[in-house]
């Protein structure tokens, strides 16, 4: 392992140390400017300030220094990049709904047809600009994404019906994507229905401290119809108008880093795993690491099936070819070789081999301890 801590990684980025202080804090990791650093949490920390770590810096002690500072990104690399964003609700409120319908009326321009399948993101053209949906099953992956630190969305909108509601799961979305620090934006649904008051929502969600903009409030509400269409375009509006505030860049000139947002066991194909790219671009024959799988592309296509040869910053993909399934959630990073990638992910499946063991002979101690 490296040794690295909190003092020396600032020094190589040249940042303060308060800095990935307070970032690990939000990821729930209380550090100093003492404590060492995993592998995982330097990952974590230089995808976070836009730094990639050399490949070196997991399994080679020498020049690290050299080789991260050589990794630094100037400001001029940055580029802005479309938002990412996750609609979440209480159930039966219309996500599965208005995910398809954005979907189906905007498709990415020059795009035509092709195999609408489902690989839990999607990107849509709204404008001209881009933005990415992602379509998880919900609650359960953006909580596991985010106890594994991983921060992919940039804006939540929160459907809640307008028959309905504010509901305990429109509650617990709130209180995600406040744990998460991302905007909400309200879509108020099903105002086609007879029994559709948006008046409610706005007052139900204002007592949750979702305030809308006309109250005086930071939040913008659009009513809409998942099912008819009515408004989705305004909504989409917002979802620009919200990202373009956020001012989101990203790095597309260097090796690609993201997150995994789904992944199975495919008979025919092997491992499948559909990832969120958030630095960098990915080349259709990279070599990368997940977790402990690895692997070298085989085949990477976009949400409609098109083969691609490369795919940039906040763009989702489906690929093929790694060694293992990842779970969602999951940092991907590529590097230059295959045989570096072969290496760290054995590295670290001896690290978590060796955690494991530490676990179980921590356990039997307790349980020893617990006998006498
Ligand atoms: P989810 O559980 O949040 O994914 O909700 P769904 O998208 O599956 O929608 C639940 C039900 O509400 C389905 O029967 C939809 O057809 C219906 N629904 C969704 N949006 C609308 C809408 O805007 N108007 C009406 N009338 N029904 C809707
Ligand atoms: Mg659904």
Redesign the pocket.
Known sequence: STQLSVGQLAELMKRNSSEIIKFLFMLGNMSTINTTLSDEDIELICMNFNVTPHKEIIIDEDDIEEQISNRVFDEKDLVSRPPVVT?M?????????????IRNSHVTSGEFGGITQHIGAYQVSVSGKKVTFLDTP?HEAFTAMRARGAQITDIVVL?V?A?DGVMPQTKESIDHARAAGVPIVVAV?????AGANPERVMSELANEGVMPEEWGGDNIFVE?????G?GVDDLLESILLVAEMQELKANPKTLASGTVVEAKLDKGRGPVATLLIQQGTLKAADSLVVGSAYGRIRKMTNDRGQELKTAGPSMPVEIIGLNEVPQAGDVFMVYDSYKKAAEIAQSRENKKIERERNATSARSLEDMARMI
Not at 89 to 101: I, N, P, R, S, Y
Not at 189 to 193: G, R
Not at 224 to 228: D, E, K, L, T, V
């Open positions: 609609i609700g209480h159930v039966d409120h219309g996500k599965t709904t208005l995910l398809d319908t919900g459907i019906a028959d649904n099903k105002i086609d229905k809409i119809s998942a099912r008819n009515q």
